[in-house]
Every structure is written in C-alpha cells, then in structure tokens.
C-alpha cells in the first residue's frame, strides 16, 4: 500500500516519470552504499534485536508521511527524505532478515523457508495494491501511510515471539577482511557469479518497470489509479504463484533449468507491456512478469543460500541485496532520463531487450556447465 500510494502521491504533485525513477532511486541508494555494513551488522550483532529496531523506525518514518500528507503541506521533496530514510533503514534490515532464516530454521529447509516467506509477501502485493486503490478513492492517500505504519505493530509482535534454532557464532577479523571475504566467495564461486551478474542487470534494466506503471496506467492505458491498483495487484499474483510454486517444489537440483527460464519469461514480458494498450492484456502480461522475476529471485535466493557457509552468510546477502535493491537507483535513474528524453514506451523497450540478451547469456552459461557437468 504504502508503494501505490507513494508513487500515486508522486505522480500527483509532478505528473512527472523524471521525478517518479528519482523518488524510486532514492528508496534504494542508501542500500548501494550501505547494505554491505548492514550483512557485517546482521553477523555481528543479534538479527532479532537488529530486525526489531529497523522495523520500529519504518513504521515512524510510515507516520511522518502520513500527517504531512494528512495536513496537505506535504511536497515531493518530504517524499524523497522519507524515501531516503526507509532506504537507510533496509539497508540493514534487508540482508538482516535474509540471514536471520538460517536461525529460524533448519539448512534443509532454506528453500521452503525462502518460497514461504516470499509467498507472504508477494500475497500481500495482491491485496495491498487492490486496497491501496480503494482507500485512495475512498478516503485519501495518507489513509495509506497511516495503515502500513499501524500494520508494523503485528511485525513487531511476530518478531518478538518467533522461536530461532539459536545464534550462529560469529568470528570477525577486522573491518577490511570480513568485507572482502564475502566479495571473494561470490567472485570466486562459479555457480554464483553468474546468478548475481544477472541481478544486477535486472535490477539496472528490468525490474524498475514497476515504476513507471502510474505512466502506463494513465497516459497509456486510460485506467487511472483504479487502473495501477490492477496493474500492480496482477504483478503480485503472478509472484504469488510463482513463490507458492517454489514452495511446493523445494528441489534444488532442478534450479539450474528454472532460473534460465524464468529469467526468460520475465524479460519477454517486460518487452511487450510498452507495445500493449489495453488494460487487461498488460495486466496479462505483468502477471508472467511477476512470476518470471519472483521465480528467478528465489531460485537464485535459494541456490546461494545452500551455496554459502554460515560463517559468510549475512555478508554474502548484503551482497545479493546489494546487487538486487542496492543497484536500483541507478536504473531507475538512468530509465527515469531516458523516458524524460525519449519517452516511456522507448525505454521500456530498449531495457526489456537488454534484458532478453543477458537471459538468453545465463541460459547458455547454464546449458553448458550442465554439459561438462555430464561425463
């Protein structure tokens, strides 16, 4: 909710998509700079107390858009400080929470663990884009930042009553060797560069999209807010099933096909939405969208987490939350010029083919280390 309405109350005082891949970048630039402090913090210290603090400041920062909004004094400039902030905040909580599975449950159960909680949150996209719709009609948008700041107090009370495995020990040898340890594990290990090369180039060209749906929504499709709510609701769906589908399946030999897929599946779609002008055939296509991307993350989640030690696991996910959050502002940034330049729809398309081309490089870096894996 608080998303729809952020982009919605951005797009409403600018009608601007320079000032909507700003705001978005802002979200995640603090995360490029940070997170990787944020994976020492989640090894060092206790992920539960870590987890507590940065959620407690979210629901603050949820609060202080709400009464600006609410007093009708708020300008898009306190929008990009909240941004800012709450993109401060996930730099440690991001990889925290990431880490803090390994201590809620066992190693076998990683992949399980990773497709539930990714189904809680992508079943939340469903709903929450939907409502966010209907309160915005309805009420208002700081009805939107009052209700994610009071729904952090159900966060807090899971937090505080969630049973862990216990704390796994932490051996630290200085500031400089706990971070290039955790740079040397992702470079060194064949399996996983390649995966986290893909993220980054997602996340520089594919999945800012989302962004700039208030554009396609309005300018494009004609449907309004009524029309995002669909648009985003869909996206949700489709990571719904995906995450669920991940679930279920829990196998982790079978990744090395369905992350190329995936990948596929999301970067073909992301090409044809800006070619699409009817409501339900985006709708449609965001759908595959969200499967493919939320497919791909979670395979690539899983494979690395089976993949990492213990000992590097909350530095090694600062890292994977460095190239799939931190790398954001950059490509919500560089798109958010190229659609003040050129247009939107250009954009959309030049990136969904950058995108079709590093899918197609994974597929075949996959295919032929399963090749040499046969004898």
Partial sequence: MHSVAQSWLV?????????????????????????????????????????????????????????????????????????????????FDVPTRQAFLAEVVDRSAITNAIALNSAAFNGARILGPVIAGFVIAQVGIPACFYLNALSFIAVLFALFHIKTRGVLPYEGKGLAQDLAAGWRFVVREPSVFPIMALIAVFSLFGIPYITFLPILADNVLGAGVTGLSILVASAGAGSFVAAIAMALRGDIASKKKLMPLSALVFSVAITLIPFSDNLHISAVLIWFAGWGVVSFLAEANSFIQHAVPDAL??????????????????????????AHAFGTLFSLKLTGIICIAASALLVYTFRRSHQEAIP
């Fill in 313 to 338: 696991r909350g530095r090694v996910m600062s890292l994977y939350t460095l190239v799939f959050l931190g790398l954001a502002p950059i490509g919500n940034s560089m798109i958010g010029i190229l």
């Fill in 11 to 91: 797009y409403s005082l600018t009608h601007s998509p320079l000032y909507l891949g700003l705001i978005a970048s802002l979200s995640s630039l603090p995360i490029l700079l940070f997170t990787v402090f944020g994976g020492m913090v989640a090894d060092r210290y206790p992920k539960r107390t870590v987890l507590i603090v940065t959620q407690f400041l979210s629901a603050v920062t949820a609060f202080f858009v709400a009464v600006l909004a609410d007093l009708n004094i708020i300008t898009v400039w306190h929008v990009g400080a909240a941004a800012l902030a709450l993109g401060f905040i996930n730099a």
